[in-house]
């Protein structure tokens, strides 16, 4: 994942915690061989819905640079809005980086 989408997500961490289901997200992340079926279930081990959704996180922010992509389209499903607070987030991050 590049630098600037590790960034989008750790802007935008605590409302992907708190809001995300992850199995929607986890199958659609898995055909698109974001993910590995050893990590769907590793992160399906976890207690917590909050908990899934950190491990996935980690999980993405360590994956090859298509996974930020992925998971945007997969989210676009499901969680609309989160979609779009990354978008902002991401829009505001690259006008600092012309600035400078």
Known sequence: M??????VLSA?????????DVTPIMDQLTVSKIIKSEQKQMILC???????????LEV????GPEAYHHFRVAL???K????????AE???LRDVDNLL
């Open 2 to 7: 590049d630098d600037i989408h590790k960034q």
């Open 12 to 20: 935008c961490w605590e409302d992907l915690v708190q809001d995300l």
């Open 46 to 56: 976890n207690n917590t819905r909050q908990a899934r959704n950190r491990a996935l």
């Open 60 to 63: 993405l922010k360590e994956s």
């Open 76 to 78: 676009l499903r499901e």
């Open 80 to 87: 609309r809005w989160l979609v779009e607070k990354m978008d």
């Open 90 to 92: 991401e829009d505001k």
